[in-house]
Nanobody, 122 residues
C-alpha cells in the first residue's frame, strides 16, 4: 500500500518562501514519476512540477518556472517542492502525487497525498 504524506504548507508573505515535503511509504520513489499539483478555489487540479525516476529530468508549469524547484531524496523516499518568490496567486492546496509512468493530467496519477494548504498574503 503506497501512502504519501505532505507537510510544510502554511502562510507566507508575497516574495517569501516555503518548502513542501512529501514522504512516501510502501514503495520506493525510484520507481515513480513524482509530481506536485495544486488546486485553487474553484479551479482544476493542475500540474506544477514533475520529476522523472530515470533521467532525473524535470517539468515545470510556466506559472512557476524559475520560482519553484522540485527535488527528490531517494534514500529518504521523499520529494520536495521549494517555492520562492511566492505570489498571492500561488495560494492553493498543494498535492504530492506519484505514478509509474510520465503523466500530466491529475486523473492519470495513481497515488495522492492528502494535500497541504499554502496561503500567500499580499
Amino acid at each position: 500500500q503506497v501512502q504519501l504524506v505532505e507537510s510544510g504548507g502554511g502562510l507566507a508573505q508575497a516574495g517569501g518562501s516555503l518548502r513542501l515535503s512529501c514522504k512516501v511509504s510502501g514503495r520506493t520513489i525510484s520507481m515513480f514519476y513524482m509530481a506536485w499539483f495544486r488546486q485553487g478555489p474553484g479551479k482544476e487540479r493542475e500540474l506544477m512540477a514533475r520529476s522523472s525516476w530515470g533521467s532525473g529530468s524535470t517539468y515545470y508549469a510556466d506559472s512557476v518556472k524559475g520560482r519553484f524547484t522540485i527535488s527528490r531524496d531517494n534514500p529518504k523516499n521523499s520529494v520536495y517542492l521549494q517555492m520562492d518568490s511566492l505570489k498571492p496567486e500561488d495560494t492553493a492546496v498543494y498535492y504530492c502525487a506519484a505514478n509509474p509512468g510520465r503523466a500530466t493530467m491529475a486523473g492519470e496519477y495513481d497515488y495522492w497525498g492528502q494535500g497541504t494548504q499554502v496561503t500567500v498574503s499580499s
